[in-house]
């Protein structure tokens, strides 16, 4: 079995996540700096993870608006997810990421662990990168 990659895409930070072999339990694993002119080094860095981790698909949040209009955020994700794809070669897939910051903002809060403010918010990306491979996963089902 191969696994699944998940990305929250931000203009920030990326988020990163990870389905287990078996593709049924996502678990986050890296945030990425999103640094004006850093895309080829996203990008490489993003190689080396597909491929050390045997990665067979790619899924990437889509920042969709409630009132269904396309977003600035919207267009950035799937501009990445288009250089992406065609560097890795892989499947991959645009999911509806809405509400992932505000829950997993709410899991972090929940949490009894104290973080700095720069460490929560990488913890948040991955927190929010995981929840949309998980819910890709679990539509699957």
Do not use: C, W
């Amino acid at each position: 079995m191969s696994r699944v990659l998940g990305i929250d895409y931000g203009s920030v930070r990326i988020g990163v996540a990870i389905s287990d072999p078996m593709g049924l339990f996502a678990r986050g694993i890296r945030t990425i700096p999103n640094k004006q002119g850093a895309l080829p080094q996203i990008i490489e860095e993003l190689l080396d993870l597909i491929k050390l981790q045997e990665v067979s698909e790619i899924v990437v949040g889509l920042p969709r608006r409630t009132d269904g209009k396309v977003s600035e955020s919207e267009i950035a994700a799937r501009e990445f997810g288009t250089t992406l794809q065609a560097a890795a070669g892989l499947p991959l897939t645009y999911f509806d990421e809405r509400f992932t910051t505000v829950i997993a903002h709410q899991i972090l809060n929940a949490s009894a662990k104290k973080r700095n403010s720069q460490a929560k918010r990488q913890v948040v990306d991955q927190i929010a990168a995981e929840i949309i491979l998980q819910n890709y996963l679990d539509s699957r089902r």
